[in-house]
């Protein structure tokens, strides 16, 4: 299902930006393991460290909604319109769970009784966000035709 010169380059660069944002957790996640191995909680850092991803968050979800939320993909396969609508919604509970995590991981008195605590929230806020992108990259390749990624 080939498009347009055009189309094809706003495909390419949607996957670029996921692939790089799947980059920047997947380095936040390396770190966490290095901290899990060393055995000394980082509650001020890792805080610290989800403010750059909180910040390129907010810069892709703006990108992507400048022209319209998935409007050249929904354009060729219009039937993802209300699982577009559900993640579109999905973009500012994202920032905001990100900014009040990293909010609570920097006060002197954290509100996570243990490390684990803190680390499993984190987790579960990132696999929800990489489905949330995996849900997006996917609506992307039903519309160009293009195989799922690994």
Excluded: K
């Excluded at 939320?69 to 396969?77: F, G, M, S, T």
């Excluded at 806020?125 to 039903?142: C, G, K, S, V």
Aim: hydrophobic share 40%.
């Amino acid at each position: 299902m080939a498009g347009l010169p055009e189309e094809q380059a706003h495909y390419d660069d949607a996957m670029d930006e996921h692939r790089r944002l799947m980059l920047h957790i997947a380095e936040l996640c390396d770190w966490l393991d290095e901290v899990e191995q060393l055995g000394m909680p980082r509650f001020l850092e890792l805080g610290n460290r989800l403010q750059p991803l909180r910040n390129d968050l907010a810069v892709h979800f703006a990108r992507e909604e400048r022209d319209g939320y998935l409007a050249v993909p929904l354009a060729r396969v219009p039937q993802f319109r209300e699982e577009a609508d559900e993640l579109l919604g999905q973009h500012s509970r994202f920032l905001g769970d990100l900014e009040a995590l990293s909010e609570h991981l920097q006060e002197t008195e954290s509100p996570f009784r243990t490390w684990q605590d803190a680390r499993r929230r984190f987790e579960q806020l990132l696999a929800a966000l990489r489905q949330h992108e995996h849900r997006e990259a996917a609506i992307y390749r039903a519309a160009f035709g293009q195989p799922g990624e690994q």
